[in-house]
DNA sequence: CTCTCGATGTTCT
DNA sequence: GAACATCGAGAGG
């Protein structure tokens, strides 16, 4: 069963903790990929300089200022695909970005289209886009539906093994933006 | 292992 | 014309 809309409609702080231990599932053809989400960091409305909404809405940001539960897929540095869930009631523009999972199932076929192997496999927002397949035809997707790409529950994290640290590759934003521990790992 | 640097195309100034 | 929520190759230790 696929996340209700209400998980994602709460706090993005909330929400990118809340996705530590959640399965991210791609199905394709009646074929699965998915993994475990293990890092994500949070992007929250247009007073934080490191959103991409900072600077209002365009084209490519829209998604972000629609309802909650959708994926806001981007393309960046001429090369990849990062995979956000849309948080908050529409309106306020925020999302979680997907930065990492432990691959689950479909391992074979994560491998033959990344090229690599073990770790290498979905340990950045890009590679797990990769290993997905995930592409801007994503962008707007429904995640609520359970077709072609949803999350569902797995395991309860507890709070004692979520890491905190500041975002990664945010140089541009504010100091007190670069600086809040935004960014949620599962503590190995 | 660490560090540096180039790739590549869309978006925004 | 610059910047970009990254990745991987290659050089060096």
């Known amino acids: 069963m696929p996340l209700h809309r209400k998980f994602y409609n709460r706090p993005t702080l909330t929400v990118a903790r809340d996705l530590l231990g959640k399965r991210l599932i791609r199905q394709i053809d009646g074929a699965e990929r998915s993994g475990i989400i293990v890092e994500t960091e949070a992007y929250i409305g247009i007073k934080d300089s490191a959103c991409h909404a900072h600077r209002g ?11 909650p539960g959708h ?43 990344r090229r690599r192997h073990g770790k290498e496999l979905t340990n950045g927002p890009a590679k797990l886009c990769q290993a997905l397949s995930i592409n801007k035809d994503f962008n707007g997707w429904d995640l609520t539906q359970g077709i072609h790409l949803w999350v569902e529950d797995f395991q309860a994290v507890q709070s004692k093994s979520i890491l905190s640290t500041p975002r990664i590759g945010i140089g541009y934003a504010q100091k007190l933006d670069r600086e809040a521990l935004w960014r949620f790992l599962i503590h190995s």
């Open 57 to 67: 809405k365009t084209l490519r940001n829209a998604v972000m200022f629609g309802p």
């Open 71 to 113: 994926a806001y897929v981007y393309f960046t540095y001429g090369l990849h695909y990062l995979l956000n869930l849309v948080t908050e009631e529409e309106g306020q523009p925020a999302a979680v970005l997907i930065r990492a999972i432990e691959p689950f199932t479909g391992l074979d076929e994560m491998r033959a289209l």
